[in-house]
């Protein structure tokens, strides 16, 4: 087009110019961005970058460029602001071609990281503070510090997150009682029920179980708060809200914990919430066949069981890690003493995997420990039956390792 009103009547109706005015007299020119412009044979400016702007400045500044129709709508603004300008400033490219380079910079797209690249979602949320992700953002963000899931872990599960979270059940069963987009996410349970039921939710999350999948809805979200509390795993007990950020500080109203029972009084030796993801069938079998043992009733064929599925584990990460399968003659603990300092190298272990390896460690080496070798075979020859409070407080100082054996098998 070489006709200025042409020009001006195919941006107004097909590049949203009334908007872009409309916008500009409310808060003026964008400071991030200038105008690029060149000369003419006539030494008048063309300009290259900022069209639209220009368009929009020069009908505010002149209605009566605008196209008949739209006149008054250019007027208007133009009469009821003072916020446009009468002047810009510009660089100067001597021809075309130097300004080349820097326009496909700006509209060709991320080029590889060289031109302008959009935020993704967890930036967007950072800046805008409220959103639909705010809040599985903050949680992500809580549930990484407290090393319940890595910083690779994290990446790319936002937008499913979100998903689960933007559901009201879901928020309730999990002990939250702010909304999605709230920035000052709010828990009305106690700090450790919660961080248990983030962990089961972050870990169903990471390797897509139990439906926390990307292509889940309404009904998945309902069928998931369900399986939640069947496990055990969903807090029960609710009290006064409290900020997520203020978790672990002293408070002057500490939240109500009554009938809160306590771990020692569950049925089964490994905890609901502990349903780690098992590759393996075998190994598979004998987990879910450990889980059903009332621990209580049975604590001999519980920890029986348990130790036919621990030694197993042991085995495979051996295998894992040294390439090597332990032969039928291994002693456990010879296992246990090449796996651990294995194990010990990885710099990504979590404060409680920390923790949990410390238990293992002493499990290896101290004879009165419930799971020791020698504990173990006591239990097997019946030369005295274990206590089941005692077995189940044993499995949960080393729970956090052996899902972290799970993962890496």
Request: aromatic share 6%; glycine share 6%; net charge neutral.
């Amino acid at each position: 087009m070489e006709d200025e009103a042409e020009i001006v009547e195919f941006l107004v109706k097909e590049e949203k110019i009334k908007q872009l005015a409309k916008d500009i007299c409310e808060n003026g020119v964008s400071p991030l961005d200038i105008f690029a412009v060149t000369r003419d044979d006539s030494g008048n400016y063309i300009a290259l970058e900022g069209n639209r702007r220009i368009c929009a400045l020069r009908l505010l500044n002149d209605p009566d460029l605008s196209p008949a129709r739209e006149r008054k709508y250019f007027e208007a603004l133009s009469e009821g602001s003072d916020k446009y300008p009468s002047q810009v400033q510009c660089i100067v490219f001597s021809t075309r071609e130097e300004a080349a380079i820097w326009i496909e910079r700006r509209h060709n797209g991320e080029q590889n990281g060289v031109g302008l690249v959009p935020w993704n979602a967890v930036q967007k949320a950072r800046f805008f503070g409220e959103s639909d992700n705010t809040l599985a953002l903050k949680l992500l963000e809580f549930a990484e510090k407290e090393g319940i899931i890595t910083e690779e872990e994290r990446k790319g599960r936002l937008t499913t997150a979100t998903r689960f979270l933007g559901n009201p059940l879901i928020r309730s069963t999990l002990g939250i009682c702010s909304g999605r987009s709230d920035a000052d996410v709010k828990i009305d349970v106690s700090e450790d029920e919660f961080k248990k039921v983030l962990t089961r939710f972050c870990r169903d999350l990471v390797e897509g179980t139990n439906g926390v999948t990307s292509r889940s809805g309404k009904k998945d979200w309902e069928k998931y708060a369900k399986l939640l509390k069947s496990d055990g795993v969903a807090p029960t007990q609710h009290g006064e809200p409290q900020s997520l950020t203020k978790l672990g500080e002293p408070t002057t109203k500490p939240l109500q914990e009554r009938g809160t029972k306590s771990p020692d009084a569950r049925r089964h030796l490994i905890p609901n919430s502990f349903r780690p993801k098992i590759q393996d069938k075998i190994l598979k079998r004998v987990f879910d066949e450990a889980c059903k043992i009332d621990c209580d009733v049975f604590p001999l064929g519980a920890v029986l069981l348990t130790r036919v599925f621990l030694e197993n584990v042991y085995w495979r990460v051996q295998e894992k890690l040294t390439g090597t399968f332990p032969r039928d003659t291994d002693k456990v603990h010879l296992i246990l003493e090449k796996i651990i300092p294995l194990i010990e190298q990885d710099v990504g272990l979590s404060k409680k995997e920390k923790n949990a390896l410390g238990a293992l460690k002493r499990v290896k080496s101290n004879e009165n420990e419930v799971f020791s070798p020698k504990t173990l075979g006591a239990y097997a020859h019946a030369g005295h039956l274990p206590d089941s409070k005692q077995i189940k407080r044993a499995w949960d100082n080393i729970e956090e390792i052996i899902g972290y054996m799970l993962r890496l098998i």
